[in-house]
């Protein structure tokens, strides 16, 4: 059957067990932040188009050509968020927890949406895990978010990983190395797409995302921001670096990298994955020390990150735990409304168990049929073959206050009291 209806190119379905993985890796990751004294915050996936124009930066490609804006019924202009850091700085200022006390820290989890060209990695709909930390203004807020994002990346099975780090400076350091980056790129202009060219006039920075080749063999041999630091942001870089180091962080310095959003300041970084294929980073983030007063807030430094979920489960080693798996067949609808008070007590017998009612009282045989079917499934899922079994309720185990059950993974069936379920189930365990 063709389906009548497809899913918006880009985004996509989710159903298990892939959705048992982002459920794992999600509760890991709220164990490790909340370890930290990170509270989840939620914005709306909705926010005024203003907002990111203003956070994110007007010419970057996220704003000039991503967004999904459109006006609502009275003429709003309205975007779905492309990234969750401008919701939570506008949240922050609104509540007026931006002049309460500080570091404020906060965590989030949810949908973004950006119209880009979808491929493997890369989609219109995708998740981030984020992460934001307001109030400090040294390079110990650098060492305690990473510290917390690599025990994330750590807890998933991730052994390789290393994280690249620059520093953007201040709006001055942008300012001047804008405008060397422009005086190199110039005279090469004309080879240049309409695409980049606009980039060259409305913001030299951001030719770094260019695709074109012609650009990357000009900005190989351009400025570098490090060129262009004050002082203080030498100093603070060399404290992060430091600090990263006596933490065990890995970390190698990426002079060419200046992230696709304007809020930066200082401290930028980006994790990326070879087993992505392309050039795809699982994770960026950066110090955005102006965002909050220019979005209308006090003077207020920050810093944080933002995962892409979906590329992150692409390449996260880590296994579910195995679980077990219970059926439980009546042998017909007579037996069904017991069958499926005996699933009560075959859940409190054996936890963390998956126990199924075959709900529609096929009988044995079809039920059996089915066990045998779900069970090769699970176990292809990562289930515990030693902890799979049917367990049958006839007239006669009513009878005989009994119930029969069969492992799935030998096939050896056995009949016994009922209310030895727990005893034998805690037995199944310890296999
Ligand atoms: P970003 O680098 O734009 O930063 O996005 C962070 C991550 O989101 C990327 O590294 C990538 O893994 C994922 N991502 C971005 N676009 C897509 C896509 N089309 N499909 C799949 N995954 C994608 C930010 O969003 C900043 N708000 C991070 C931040 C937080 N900086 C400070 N605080």
């Known amino acids: 059957m063709t389906p009548r209806y497809r899913p918006v190119k880009g985004t996509r379905d989710f159903f298990p067990p892939e959705t048992e993985r982002w459920a794992a890796a999600e509760a890991v990751c709220r164990e490790i932040f909340r370890a930290r004294g990170f509270g989840e915050i939620r914005t709306p996936i909705l926010e005024h188009t203003e907002l990111f124009a203003r956070s994110v930066g007007e010419t970057t490609d996220i704003v000039h050509k991503e967004m999904y804006t459109f006006p609502d019924r009275r003429g709003r202009s309205l975007t779905l968020r492309p990234e969750n850091t401008a919701g939570v700085v506008r949240a922050v200022i609104e509540k007026g927890i ?6 404020l820290r906060l965590y989030y989890f949810g949908p973004q949406f950006r119209y880009e060209r979808p491929q493997a990695g890369r989609y219109r709909e995708f998740r981030q895990i984020g992460a934001e930390l307001f109030g400090v203004a040294g390079p110990a807020a650098e060492a305690e978010l990473l510290e917390m994002l690599f025990a994330f990346l750590k807890s998933l099975g991730f052994v390789n990983l290393s994280v690249s780090v620059n520093s953007v400076g201040t709006a001055a350091t942008r300012a001047a190395f804008s405008e060397a980056l422009r005086r190199h790129l110039e005279p090469a202009a004309a ?4 695409e980049d060219q606009r980039r060259l006039t409305e913001n030299p920075l951001r030719l770094f995302e260019s695709k074109d080749p012609a650009v990357a063999s000009r900005l190989a041999d351009a400025p570098k921001t490090r060129d262009f630091l004050d002082e203080d942001s030498r100093r603070h870089h060399s404290e992060v670096r430091r600090l990263l180091a006596d933490a065990g962080i890995p970390c190698e310095e990426d002079p060419a990298l200046v992230r696709g959003l304007d809020y930066y300041t200082r401290t930028v970084f ?3 994955s070879k087993d992505l294929g392309a050039q795809d980073a699982i994770l960026g983030g950066g110090r955005y020390d102006n965002l909050v007063e220019s979005l209308g807030g006090p003077p207020l430094p920050a810093i944080g990150f933002a995962i892409g979920e979906d590329r992150l489960l692409q390449v996260a080693p880590f296994l579910l735990p195995a679980r077990g798996l219970v059926l439980v067949l009546p042998q017909g609808p007579e037996q069904l409304q017991d069958a499926l008070l005996l699933a009560g007590e075959v859940r409190r017998a054996a936890p963390g168990s998956s126990v199924e009612v075959d709900l529609l009282a096929r009988g044995f045989k079809k039920g059996l049929s089915r066990a045998g079917l779900l ?9 515990d073959r030693d902890r799979m079994f049917a367990v049958l309720l006839g007239a006669d185990e009513k009878a005989a206050g009994a119930v029969t059950w069969k492992n799935l993974a030998t096939g050896d069936q056995e009949t016994f009291p009922r209310s030895e379920l727990p005893r034998r189930f805690g037995a199944g365990r310890e296999t």
């Open 98 to 103: 931006a002049t309460g006390p500080m570091p």
């Open 191 to 194: 080879e240049f797409s309409e």
């Open 270 to 272: 980006e994790v990326v």
């Open 375 to 383: 069970y090769e499934e699970a176990a292809a899922r990562g289930y």
